[in-house]
């Protein structure tokens, strides 16, 4: 089966922390896609990074980070310097392209709010 | 690219009368998706094609809901008749092969 977990289901920080937001799955494929995406207040969903399988590297995109490990089937989220914009929820999700038939399942998400 | 585009953005209806939301997907994209939020249960995949062929509507509540996609460029949901219960944020997204889904802007449903 197929899962996307993010247990932290509310943060809060001040403006300018770093803040880490976690994101484990369960998949017994081998092959299989990792997303982030950002839902803002206005409500749209908003792609952020699409990771492979077999591509462990880590991304860094201005003040956005991800931090994807295998071994403890892991996929966190990293903002750095974390600015009001910043506010939203964000889902982690799975997709693998054999078992679910390439469904994207979503985690439950996170609410970040930034404090100024 | 304009993006997927949902119609319309604000749905208010009674119990009981017939809803249809409508999607364009992006140009060239082959995948399209029929996502429900509601805050009990999260992002739910109701169905979703490939090519304009329905691929899986395991996710589609019961027969009330029903979906369609008549050519590349436009896909229905249709819910009828409808009910309090599915007033929710519903989203159309869409990709192009093994790469990422893009979501549109979704349409929020008020049943009364």
């Known amino acids: 089966a197929q899962k996307v977990t993010q247990a932290q289901t509310e943060i809060s920080v001040v403006e300018k922390e770093d803040v880490t937001l976690d994101c484990v799955y369960e998949?017994?494929?081998?092959?299989?896609?990792l997303f982030w995406y950002k839902q803002p207040p206005s409500g749209e969903l908003v792609f952020l990074i699409r990771r492979n399988s077999f591509d462990e590297q880590n991304e860094i995109s201005g003040r956005y980070s991800w931090n994807f490990q295998k071994s403890t089937s892991s996929f966190n989220f990293t903002i750095t310097a974390s600015q009001v914009v910043d506010s939203a929820v964000y889902f982690c999700?799975?997709?693998?392209?054999?078992?679910?038939?390439?469904?994207?399942?979503f985690g439950s998400g996170t609410r970040l709010s930034i404090r100024p | 690219d304009a993006g997927v585009i949902q119609s319309p953005r604000h749905e208010v209806t009674e119990m009981g009368q017939e809803v249809t939301l409508r999607c364009k997907p992006i140009s060239g994209h082959d995948y399209l998706f029929w996502y429900r939020q509601t805050m009990m249960r999260g992002l739910e995949l109701l169905i979703y094609?490939?090519?304009?062929?329905?691929?899986?509507d395991s996710g589609m509540p019961e027969d009330r809901f029903s979906a369609k996609m008549p050519n590349a460029s436009f896909s229905t949901l249709k819910i009828q008749p409808s009910e309090p219960r599915d007033s929710a944020v519903y989203f159309c997204?869409?990709?192009?092969?093994?790469?990422?889904?893009?979501f549109g802007q979704g349409t929020r449903l008020t049943v009364v």
């Open positions: 998949t017994r494929d081998t092959t299989y896609y």
């Open positions: 997204a869409s990709r192009r092969g093994n790469t990422e889904a893009f």
């Open positions: 999700a799975l997709r693998t392209e054999y078992s679910s038939a390439s469904k994207i399942i």
């Open positions: 094609f490939n090519n304009n062929v329905p691929i899986d």
